[in-house]
């Protein structure tokens, strides 16, 4: 491939401007991958019934599922470091971070000796 790519246009972006196109396509992964398991030994009969589907520890434990699932994303936007954001490349160019940076540098080196 010749031609240069948008960098743009590989991530989210920071206001989620790419949304539509990144869900699109981890539905078409979550589709596929669904598809090719249900193909991959027609002949086996499924494993997980409906039936069982209907059971309360089954639905319980979806909905501990669910909610771990929501937790995790509401802890992710607690921690996650705004890498697109502004003031943080500004503290890169101006060489707030340089003194942290030295400390990680220094850590390797002492521990490889």
Do not use: C
């Not at 206001?15 to 699109?24: I, W």
């Not at 078409?28 to 409906?50: C, G, I, N, S």
């Not at 039936?51 to 921690?79: I, N, P, W, Y």
């Amino acid at each position: 491939m010749d031609e240069p790519i948008n960098a743009d246009a590989l991530f989210m972006g920071p206001k989620s401007e790419n949304y539509d196109f990144f869900r699109r396509m981890l539905l078409y992964l979550m589709d596929d991958h669904a598809d090719w398991r249900k193909f991959f030994h027609p002949d086996d009969q499924p494993v997980v019934t409906e039936a069982e589907k209907k059971l309360d520890d089954f639905e319980d434990t979806l909905q501990k599922t669910r909610e771990a699932l929501v937790d995790l994303a509401g802890q992710l936007q607690d921690s996650s470091t705004p890498w697109f954001s502004p003031p943080l490349f500004g503290a890169y160019e101006h060489g707030h971070l340089d003194g942290g940076q030295f400390g990680v540098y220094a850590d390797d080196f002492v521990q490889s000796q």
